[in-house]
């Protein structure tokens, strides 16, 4: 199975402040059809996952857009470009280029 | 607007049975993949079953397979996990998940296996 590895697992962050999480797989994530299978969630304490990002970098129906997602490859990221009191919670990435999908350990997002 | 409701979870001993429900509206359920996707307390996610639009392609993770089995009817716009021989390690948060990508989810059921 390909491995999702997410780095910090936990994340201190200043409102208004930017925040950035890494998510690196074991494999490429590329499909032959030239695609790339990578999806962020938002798990809000409480609450069930929301997809914020799919394909690397498409934004969701409704998700700000102080979210963003980037990466190719092996390495993406998903970037916060100022920190609200509403986005603390854990942040998983996914990929389902290859089978099965598989999830990240998540980064745990909070208010310094 | 989109919605999944799950329900059915439990309390149940080891080896014993359960069926998990979930139903949609807001959109064309036959017209979409479905999932399952599980959350033990405290821990991740991991992704359990899906199946295609009108049920003839199943795919599970290694950990349930011959135990559990994914199906559907579209016509009640309704998606089931039968899941059987239930092992302590299964406990958990049970979502539904719309798509093989889940753009949408139900608020989960609670799954405890325990004697």
């Known amino acids: 199975d390909v491995v999702m590895t997410q780095s910090p697992l936990s994340l201190p962050v200043t409102l208004g402040q930017p925040a950035s999480i890494s998510c690196r797989s074991s494999?490429?994530?590329?499909?032959?059809?030239?695609?790339?299978?990578l999806n962020w969630f938002q798990q809000r304490p409480g609450q069930s996952p929301r997809r914020l990002i799919y394909k690397v970098s498409n934004r969701d129906s409704g998700v700000p857009d102080r979210f963003s997602g980037s990466g190719s490859g092996t390495d993406f990221t998903l970037k916060i470009s100022r920190v609200e009191a509403e986005d603390v919670g854990v942040y998983y990435c996914?990929?389902?280029?290859?089978?099965?999908?598989?999830f990240g350990q998540g980064t745990k997002v909070e208010i310094k | 607007e989109v919605q999944v409701v799950d329900s059915g979870g439990g309390l149940v001993q080891p080896g014993g049975s359960l069926r998990l429900s979930c139903v949609a509206s807001g959109f064309t359920f036959s017209t979409y993949w479905m999932s399952w996707v599980r959350q033990a307390p405290g821990k991740g996610l991991e992704w359990v079953a899906n199946i295609k639009e009108d049920g003839s392609e199943k795919y599970y993770v290694d950990s349930v397979k011959g135990r559990f089995t994914i199906s559907r009817d579209n016509a009640k716009n309704s998606l089931f996990l039968q899941m059987n021989s239930l092992r302590v390690d299964d406990t958990a948060v049970y979502f539904c998940a719309r798509g093989r990508w889940f753009d949408a989810w139900g608020q989960g059921t609670l799954v405890t296996v325990s004697t």
């Open positions: 996914m990929q389902d280029t290859h089978w099965p999908g598989t």
């Open positions: 494999q490429s994530l590329v499909l032959s059809d030239g695609n790339t299978y």
